[in-house]
């Protein structure tokens, strides 16, 4: 390919969001910031709407069973009832 537009897009909200990771406090928020953002990555490399994601995976978590959790993973989820 003779540019690496695909790429550039890929990586347009990582730039438009520069300004603001000046204000994640400090290094703890910069590794919950970048833990959120491999996420939201993940679930859109598997077709999966990142809102839909965490909502629904935020709202089981806390009853979730602990020999169940690779269920929520974004390779694995799928929108189901509560266990």
Do not use: M, Q
């Amino acid at each position: 390919s003779i540019d690496n537009n695909p790429v550039e897009r890929a990586l347009r909200g990582v730039a438009i969001g520069r300004k603001n990771f000046l204000f994640v406090g400090n290094d703890a928020g910069g590794e919950r910031a970048a833990s959120f953002y491999s996420i939201i990555e993940t679930c859109k490399l598997n077709g999966i709407e990142p809102f839909a994601y965490l909502c629904d995976v935020l709202e089981k978590l806390p009853t979730w069973p602990n020999k169940r959790l690779h269920e929520l993973l974004p390779w694995n989820w799928k929108k189901t009832a509560l266990p």
